[in-house]
T-cell receptor
């Protein structure tokens, strides 16, 4: 049973470009979470999705960031018009049920560098 | 901020010694989880303790939870060089995990 998959593992973008980060949850998991980690800091919650639904996006910046988890295919975190401050590691996690009551399993992360 | 804090921020010990890390949090919780992160890698889930539990063991790991003090501790016994990593506590709050700031553990051979 493959774990949570994320791609790309590393992504370099110039300011103003778009970044698309993909996350495939573990088999049988229908809950996906995105977190951001700045250097030397802990993870900060961004968004919680179930298939075709955004459940909680309280941690998402209001502009330029969006997330989706379609019926088919991976979850996508999209950052438009990236700025240097977006440089961070972005982690995806998945769980079978509500992640607060169940263990969340994390992917290896995507490290975004904005030049 | 809802973010918890961990203490100490960094810890260096010799192989064979025990390592204790503490976590304090601010909100009521459903559970508390501990994760390990090796440098430049993703998070590995270590242990989950529910709010109605006081202590839990898993191999060389021992976790305690004191909800009255809003604190938890992670004890790693007989540490090994391979335990070198950052350790984070995360509290389950509504539908998300709130992570602490982490403790960087270095175990010298």
């Amino acid at each position: 049973n493959a774990g949570v998959m994320q791609n790309p593992r590393h992504l370099v973008r110039r300011r103003g470009q778009e970044a698309r980060l993909r996350c495939s949850p573990m088999k049988g998991h229908s809950h996906v979470y995105w977190y951001r980690q700045l250097p030397e800091e802990g993870l900060k919650f961004m968004v919680y999705l179930q298939k075709e639904n955004i459940i909680d996006e309280s941690g998402m910046p209001k502009e330029r960031f969006s997330a989706e988890f379609p019926k088919e295919g991976p979850s996508i975190l999209r950052i438009q018009q990236v700025v240097r401050g977006d440089s961070a590691a972005y982690f995806c996690a998945s769980s079978r049920f509500d992640g607060v009551l169940e263990t969340q399993y994390f992917g290896p992360g995507t490290r975004l560098l904005v030049l | 901020s809802q973010q918890g804090e961990e203490d100490p921020q960094a810890l260096s010990i010799q192989e064979g010694e025990n390592a204790t890390m503490n976590c304090s949090y601010k909100t009521s919780i459903n559970n508390l989880q501990w994760y390990r992160q090796n440098s430049g890698r993703g998070l590995v889930h270590l242990i989950l303790i529910r709010s109605n539990e006081r202590e839990k063991h898993s191999g060389r790991l021992r976790v305690t939870l004191d909800t009255s003090k809003k604190s938890s501790s992670l004890l790693i016994t007989a540490s090994r060089a391979a335990d070198t990593a950052s350790y984070f506590c995360a509290t389950g709050f509504r539908d998300k995990l709130i992570f602490g700031t982490g403790t960087r553990l270095q175990v010298f051979p």
